[in-house]
């Protein structure tokens, strides 16, 4: 990779260009050994044993690991938990089509919840969701404060109607909620992951070593490099600071940022596809 896209990969990512910055003003820090070292007749006070600094780097480099590895978790938790909810409402999608003689108004309105169910998510995990403010909901007199379960209870109650009209019998429905029972256990997971963060005091405890770390290291080097400290201070501290970034960022998910999920894709997919399934049923019966 040349010179200038790995630059331009820098700029156009707001974390790694705060990261990049913080580097920086690590780096300029770093002067003031450099030039104690270079300049005055004090070095002999103030370089620091680079044992020292062995040490430190070593306790960093267990907690990184671990922050890392914990933050990755909840993230690859939460794209599973979405891509079980892609499968989810295919299944649901085409379970109801072909096993519901469903007429058109009632499929559509199945549609909508199904559909409806992966924006509301997405909301419900940010902001949080309005009904009014889904496709199809737009004139909804209904306020209801969880919004995902509001759609799963509305999938709920028009099964029971199907089943009372003899639209679908016992096996049938148990069929469907194999399948729709999901939504509500895919929510659940996602809202855990959401109000569950790692312990306050291990995250504090992770910024107070790289801190130490990072203020130590050009005090343990500056006798071996001397105005190569800057440099190597600076690149040392754009991958220590962009570990710890990285992994507070990916340990929200289901945010806004360059390495959360990206649901508002998902979304579209699972509206394409939905769409799609319905579609060819009722062209059918059209």
């Known amino acids: 990779m040349k010179a200038r896209e790995l630059i331009s990969i820098v700029m156009s990512s707001r974390t790694l260009l705060h990261v990049a910055l913080y580097a920086v ?4 820090y770093s002067l003031i050994p450099v030039l104690i070292e270079t300049r005055t007749e004090y070095r002999k006070y103030l370089n620091l044993p680079s044992e020292v600094h062995a040490v430190l780097t070593l306790v960093l480099g267990w907690l990184l690991v671990f922050r890392t590895n914990a933050s990755y978790q909840r993230w690859w938790e939460a794209r599973t938990l979405w891509g079980a909810l892609v499968n989810t409402s295919r299944n649901v999608a085409i379970k109801v089509t072909e096993l519901v003689p469903a007429p058109k108004e009632e499929l559509l309105s199945i549609r909508r919840d199904v559909i409806g169910f992966a924006v509301a998510l997405r909301d419900h995990l940010r902001d949080g969701a309005s009904l009014q403010r889904l496709p199809g909901f737009e004139n909804s007199g209904a306020k209801p404060v969880h919004v995902p379960g509001y759609l799963v209870s509305r999938m709920y109650e028009q099964f029971a109607r199907w089943k009372s009209a003899g639209l679908m019998d016992g096996d049938e ?3 469907l909620d194999e399948d729709s029972r999901r939504f509500l256990d895919i929510c659940g997971g996602c809202e855990r992951i959401r109000n569950t963060r790692l312990a306050q005091s291990y995250r504090a405890f992770a910024r107070q070593c790289v801190f130490l770390v990072l203020a130590t290291l050009p005090w343990g080097i500056v006798d071996a490099f001397q105005w190569w400290t800057v440099p190597l201070t600076g690149i040392t501290s754009y991958f220590m600071l ?3 970034t990285v992994a507070e960022h990916v340990e929200e998910p289901f945010g806004r940022d360059d390495d ?3 649901l508002e894709s998902l979304c579209r997919t699972i ?5 799609e399934i319905f579609d060819r049923k009722l062209q059918h019966q059209a």
Request: net charge negative; no cysteine.
């Open 271 to 275: 509206d394409v596809t939905v769409s």
């Open 242 to 244: 962009g570990l710890e």
């Open 173 to 175: 429905l148990r069929v």
């Open 25 to 28: 003003l690590v780096a300029a």
């Open 260 to 262: 959360d999920l990206d």
